[in-house]
Structures are given as structure tokens and as C-alpha cells.
């Protein structure tokens, strides 16, 4: 079946600018997380969803920074006023259960000029 | 704080010899490791994984290794592969947050034939 789909792959934007990402998870997978690798470093936990529960919002990095998810389905994180050091590979993953594995879609590659 | 590293940034091998993979953490709270494999433009993919209560773990070529008291875990491929070129992430979680993966940066394996 179809993996983690993510739009778009690239996104370049000027500073100050709110860019919208989006992942379509696996179909059926009730958790999804967001991670953020930076030049160099690992990827970076930002946020997760699990069905109807709140979402773990503890890896959000600044206020600027909000995701949202309908049901089991599409999710999309916002970066409100975009800064330099926002660049990064914005990776979206989903797993069957809260303890299962990560299946990841191939990143979205932000650019903040 | 880097809680998961992965000191190596790059490995060289030769086809048909063994590639060891190191990673050190340093949060005693984890008690489940991962490695993920990367290739260039797509998401990292699940490799093989460890809990705490073992010290080896093997599926056909791979192998990881943990040594809980030096808090240290090793990946083992063996043969070594032109097509395991990429690039590898130790990553951990601990059990009252699963879904929060930790990751290491990454080490660039490279194969050559």
C-alpha cells in the first residue's frame, strides 16, 4: 500500500513569511508524529498525535510553531513568520499504535532566505 | 544536550567485511533502542531494535549489540553490502513516552565494492 506522503518536498520562503506543511499518513495508522532534522544534527521530536487524545505538543520549538490533524487523517504543520534558523527537513511519520513503528514520508526541505 | 550520540560521523568499509556502528546515550531512562537507515531524499526506515532486558539482537545481516552499564549499543552488518551505503540513526525511547524517539546524527556508511 501507499506510504507517508508529504507536500510539498521543497519550500523555499522568505523570512517572515508562514509556510503549511502537509503529511497524509498510512492509511488505518491512528498515531503521527512531526520530527525536524537541521544541517548536521538528528532529527528532533516536535510533535505527536494519537487518535482523539490531545496531541504531545512538547517538542514545539516556539508559539510560532502549531500543527493540527482531522480524525486519523492529513495533518499539517504551520510555521507562523518564518526565521533563518526554521530551515531545516521536516519529516512526518505514522505507526499502526502508539508503540509501534515509525514509517516516515521523505521530509518536506524548508529553505527561510 | 546531546542524549543519544553517535560519535563517528562517517565509516568506510570494503564489500564483504564486517561495518560496526557505534552509539552512546545518557539518559538511564531509556529502555528501547532503534536503528533507522536513510537514504538520500527519502524518510529514515525502521532497521532492527533492542529493549533493555536483552543484549543482542539479530536479523539476517544485522546485528545490535547493548551494554547497558557502559550505555553504549552497537549496529554489526555482516557482509557489508554496496547497497547498505546511507546513512544510519541510533535512536531511543523510554516506556512512559514511547512515541518520543530520540535520535543520534547520524553516521554515513559507506560501502565500497
Known amino acids: 500500500g501507499a506510504g507517508v506522503s508529504q507536500s510539498p518536498s521543497n519550500k523555499v520562503t522568505e523570512k517572515g513569511k508562514d509556510v503549511e506543511l502537509r503529511c497524509d499518513p498510512i492509511s488505518g495508522h491512528t498515531a503521527l508524529y512531526w520530527y525536524r532534522q537541521r544541517l548536521g544534527q538528528g532529527l528532533e521530536f516536535l510533535i505527536y498525535f494519537q487518535g482523539n487524545s490531545a496531541p504531545d505538543k512538547s517538542g514545539l520549538p516556539s508559539d510560532r510553531f502549531s500543527a493540527e490533524r482531522t480524525g486519523e487523517s492529513v495533518s499539517t504543520l504551520t510555521i507562523q513568520r518564518t526565521q533563518q534558523e526554521d530551515s531545516a527537513v521536516y519529516l512526518c511519520?505514522?505507526?499502526?499504535?502508539?508503540?509501534?513503528?515509525?514509517?516516515f514520508g521523505p521530509g518536506t526541505r524548508l529553505t527561510v532566505l | 544536550d546531546q542524549q543519544v550520540k553517535q560519535n563517528s560521523p562517517s565509516l568506510s568499509v570494503q564489500e564483504g567485511r564486517i561495518s560496526i556502528l557505534n552509539c552512546d546515550y545518557t539518559?538511564?531512562?531509556?529502555?528501547?533502542f532503534l536503528w533507522y537507515k536513510k537514504y538520500p531524499a527519502e524518510g529514515p526506515t525502521f532497521l532492527i531494535s533492542i529493549s533493555s532486558i536483552k543484549d543482542k539482537n539479530e536479523d539476517g545481516r544485522f546485528t545490535v549489540f547493548l551494554n547497558k552499564s557502559a550505555k553504549h549499543l552497537s549496529l554489526h552488518i555482516v557482509p557489508s553490502q554496496p547497497g547498505d551505503s546511507a546513512v544510519y540513526f541510533c535512536?531511543?525511547?523510554?516506556?512512559?513516552?514511547?512515541?518520543?524517539?530520540?535520535f543520534g546524527k547520524g553516521t554515513l556508511l559507506t560501502v565500497n565494492p
Open positions: 539518559n538511564s531512562m531509556f529502555d528501547y
Open positions: 535512536a531511543a525511547n523510554s516506556g512512559g513516552s514511547n512515541y518520543k524517539l530520540t
Open positions: 511519520a505514522s505507526s499502526s499504535t502508539w508503540t509501534g513503528e515509525q514509517f
